[in-house]
């Protein structure tokens, strides 16, 4: 038995995706969810450089940071 031929036509093209949207901006929750701390979800009082930006309130950046390694964190101040 012979093969079939090869199709004489050009395969159609996948549909173009579309770009991606530009990202929009944060509402003013989650603004001013970006200022809880990461961990007990009070107002945070600096944001930790080293920990990726991280917001902390006092208490907890406290007791976080107490290990020599963390002690050396820079931080910035949250202006409210």
Partial sequence: TALPAAPQHKPQ???ASRPAAPPRPPSPAERE???WCVICNDDAVLWCNDCDGDAYCR???RE???D???RA???VPIRR
């Fill in 13 to 15: 093209q996948p549909p």
């Fill in 33 to 35: 969810m970006e200022r």
């Fill in 59 to 61: 208490r907890c950046f």
């Fill in 64 to 66: 976080g940071h107490r």
């Fill in 68 to 70: 020599e390694d963390m």
């Fill in 73 to 75: 964190h820079k931080t």
